[in-house]
């Protein structure tokens, strides 16, 4: 679990794109289903079903065994998408940006809530996590946000506590992340990395080594029905990015964009 810091921080991200998110409000407004009902009967839902739960304290306190199915799920037909996005923490994100004031990391932050914004406006079910690496016996996996959390203030204080660090061992990530979403129920089940270098790690003198780890990573998560997709920050290193995710991967030029292009990204990939 990843450590907390100030949430105010991210909602002062959020509110330097307050004209982009203005303008996707009608997007997501347009993709939004409408239709939503609620599971009943279940022993683990999302919240309590009230009449149900009354009527099993009224058999208990009766001298009968109440029915221990007292929770609910509200659904959202129509759409039915998980997400995972995993952001890459290696040290390279605390490098400035060219002519800004602003660092990789600050925009990847900046990107990140405003994809959070949005997958939660629709109602998306969705996971945030970041990786870094020194070593194979070190790999990192901060959980920022579970597929069960509310996109709130304690979410947002993790990502706004991010610091990178070390190296970028791609592929053991990328297999965690698997394991999560193939537990998943939803239909459709999307896996998105954002990452500005290729894979890398100190104790590896062949960079094609885990090159090749990250690419038989992947297409192990496609055979097993997770569409994977890279977000790459760094063009000069596109070729080693293409030989893992192959077209699978959208570059950003200019890094100060890509709030934008995730969302839109996003929007594209699950419309």
């Excluded at 995972?84 to 060219?98: G, R, T």
């Excluded at 690496?133 to 070190?138: A, G, I, K, V």
């Excluded at 293409?242 to 991967?249: I, L």
Aim: net charge negative; proline share 3%; with cysteine.
């Amino acid at each position: 679990l990843h450590a907390s810091g100030s949430a105010s921080e991210i909602d002062q991200l959020l509110d330097n794109h307050k004209g982009l998110a203005n303008r996707l409000r009608q997007v997501l407004d347009l993709l939004k289903p409408q239709d939503r009902y609620r599971v009943r009967y279940l022993e683990f839902g999302s919240d309590l079903d009230l009449d149900i739960a009354l009527q099993a304290y009224t058999d208990w306190r009766g001298g009968h065994t109440p029915d221990p199915r007292i929770e609910q799920h509200h659904v959202t037909g129509g759409r039915d998408i998980a997400t995972s996005l995993l952001m890459d923490l290696s040290a390279s994100l605390n490098d400035p940006i060219e002519g800004s004031d602003k660092t990789i990391l600050s925009v990847s932050q900046e990107a990140v809530a405003l994809l959070g914004w949005a997958m939660d406006a629709l109602n998306d079910d969705f996971s945030i996590a970041g990786f870094q690496s020194n070593t194979r016996d070190q790999v990192l996996y901060s959980h920022i946000k579970g597929f069960s959390e509310a996109w709130d203030d304690s979410i947002k204080a993790r990502l706004a506590a991010i610091e990178p660090a070390y190296s970028t061992r791609m592929g053991a990530a990328l297999r965690h992340a698997g394991e999560g979403l193939k537990a998943r129920k939803n239909a459709k089940k999307l896996l998105l990395i954002l990452t500005d270098g290729e894979p890398s790690d100190i104790d590896v003198s062949d960079p094609d080594y885990l090159i090749a780890d990250a690419r038989h990573a992947v297409t192990q998560l496609q055979a097993q029905g997770i569409f994977v997709w890279c977000i790459h920050l760094d063009p000069k290193t596109e070729e080693q990015t293409r030989a893992v995710f192959g077209d699978h991967t959208t570059i950003v030029d200019r890094i100060e964009s890509l709030p934008e292009a995730l969302t839109s990204l996003f929007l594209r990939l699950t419309n």
